[in-house]
């Protein structure tokens, strides 16, 4: 922290907390307040109890949740082979080609995601790629959505990567493949994996184009906690969302553990 007085450093600690508890720490309090009780007609819920998480962990909500962990994980897999082939494939480019093939990746987020959803949808309901109705379109969907977040972190990683490793490997005879697989990709780890992060969350709490696109067989957890919380279960819907984003941060823990390894190695 670029702070060097006590006074000063006390001074943004308490704006940190005054912004940080009410816009991002009390509505998830609420959420975790909410999911525990059974009734909330005061200030404090009451008649704490854990049914909501026993029915948030088995039956639907186990398969929706196991739903939702394929989807993202298979996603943030495409989404990052993709981009980061867009970026390799870009930085040997012109610098207007390059902006151009920029502009392409980053349009899906530049947009609402159920535009991107109704793409989707039209684009993959005819033959060759007939999609609808299988688990398939929502993989791509999210895929799409989040393909961008992959390519900009690799993107900028490549700007950032110091060329002398590159041509000192050329200088020894290693032919370009050899390059790419065993100096330019382990030295991208670190962002690879972080981008690998940002894409499973992206797609563990996507909604809008899921909804439009989602079989009734293959329900991801996101459907399952709007659908609880408009008939009016919110207290279920909060375990749900619990349930949610325990998952999700177990997973970018993991992932986290791996960056950090790769950092040093």
């Known amino acids: 922290m670029l702070v060097h007085s006590d006074k000063a450093r006390r001074i ?40 909501h998480y026993r029915a948030a962990t088995r039956g639907e909500a ?11 994980l ?5 989404a990052l082979a993709a981009g980061t082939w867009a970026a390799l494939a870009a930085s ?4 207007r080609p390059r902006r ?14 159920v535009v991107v ?9 005819q033959p060759p790629f007939l999609l609808n109705g299988t688990r398939w379109i929502v993989v791509a969907a999210h895929a799409v959505l989040v393909t961008a977040f992959a390519h900009q972190s690799v993107s900028a990683a490549l700007a950032r990567l110091d060329p002398a490793y590159e041509q000192a490997a050329a200088s020894l005879g290693a032919r370009p ?21 940002l894409c499973f969350a992206l797609s563990m709490g996507e909604l809008s184009a899921t909804m439009m696109l989602y079989p009734p067989d293959w329900t991801p957890l996101p459907v399952l906690i709007y659908a609880a919380t408009d008939r009016g279960a919110l207290f279920t819907g909060s375990a749900l969302a619990v349930v949610l984003m325990t998952a999700t941060l177990l997973v970018l823990l ?5 960056r950090t390894r790769a950092s040093y190695r």
């Open 12 to 51: 943004v600690w308490a704006v940190f907390f005054v912004l940080f508890l009410p816009l991002f720490a009390l509505p998830l309090l609420v959420v975790l307040a909410a999911s525990l009780a059974t009734h909330w007609s005061g200030a404090l819920p009451s008649d704490l109890t854990l049914d």
């Open 177 to 197: 493949g050899y390059i790419l697989w065993r100096v330019r990709l382990p030295l991208l780890l670190p962002s690879l994996t972080a981008a690998a992060g």
């Open 100 to 113: 151009v093939l920029d502009a392409l990746f980053v349009l899906p987020v530049a947009v609402p995601s």
């Open 74 to 78: 298979a996603a943030s897999a495409l």
């Open 92 to 95: 040997a480019l012109p610098r």
């Open 254 to 258: 993991a992932v986290s553990r791996i």
């Open 117 to 125: 959803g109704l793409a989707v949808l039209v684009a993959f309901s």
């Open 62 to 72: 186990l398969q929706a949740l196991t739903t939702s962990l394929f989807t993202a």
